[in-house]
């Protein structure tokens, strides 16, 4: 009785094994647990009818301020310089470090038009190459202008000039700030 049971449930394990095989190599055969290989949730990108726009991946809450980044309150007016001025402060000292890293940006960012002494005779202007003349950074006006002033043109352009935001990170704008009025200012 015994053995008849071992070999009948041999035969079935043989049944099983080659029903479960399939000649059709692309067939992937049956799926167990379905939904663990298809998720029920909702993808990132897929549409998703619980939201009025549609979409599954919602955006940032007005007003989000991305990681790391500081957000810069003023427009490129007059009255918005003037208030800028008034409002921010350099955080650095004119130490020698701060001094030197300010020197780089100012030759690499800002002498090519406003000259190594910072009298806007620089090569691109007096190449001809740029028509507009550079501003002095040197002059009265300037001597008098506070720093976040100049954080302020500096950031947004000013007249003519570009924008620099977008090209050097807030703090070498404040270390250039630096560098022109405790060295070229002098
Ligand atoms: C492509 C040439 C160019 C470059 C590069 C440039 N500037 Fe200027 N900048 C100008 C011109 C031209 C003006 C005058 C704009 C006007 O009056 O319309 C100006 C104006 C300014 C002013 C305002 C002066 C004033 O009279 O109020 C400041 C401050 C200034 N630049 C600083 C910088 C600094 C710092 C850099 C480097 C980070 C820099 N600029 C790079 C061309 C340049």
């Known amino acids: 009785m015994g053995k008849i049971e071992i070999k009948h449930i041999a035969l079935l394990l043989l049944v099983v094994a080659f029903s479960s095989c ?3 190599k692309t067939d992937p055969g049956y799926t167990y647990f379905p939904d663990m290989a298809y998720s029920r949730a909702y993808e990132t990108y897929s549409e998703n009818t619980n939201f009025a726009d549609n979409k ?3 955006e940032p809450v007005e007003g989000t301020i991305p990681r790391g980044y ?3 309150p003023y427009e490129k007016t007059e009255e918005d310089m003037a208030r800028a001025g008034k409002e921010l402060v350099n955080p ?3 130490t020698a470090e701060i ?8 030759q690499r960012n800002c002498k090519q038009c406003h000259g ?6 620089g090569h691109l202007y007096t190449s001809k190459r740029y028509p507009y003349p550079p501003a002095s950074l040197i002059n009265e006006k ?3 202008k506070p720093q976040g002033e100049m954080f302020h043109q500096v950031t947004l352009g000013y007249g003519i000039m570009g924008a620099q935001g977008p090209i050097l990170r807030p703090e070498d704008r404040w270390k250039v700030v630096l560098y022109v009025k405790n060295e070229l200012q002098k």
């Open 142 to 144: 300037m001597v008098a």
């Open 116 to 121: 190594e002494k910072g009298d806007g005779q």
């Open 22 to 24: 399939n000649s059709k």
């Open 70 to 72: 500081t957000p810069f």
């Open 99 to 106: 001094l030197e890293r300010g020197a780089l940006i100012y």
């Open 56 to 58: 599954t991946l919602r």
């Open 92 to 94: 650095y000292e004119p």
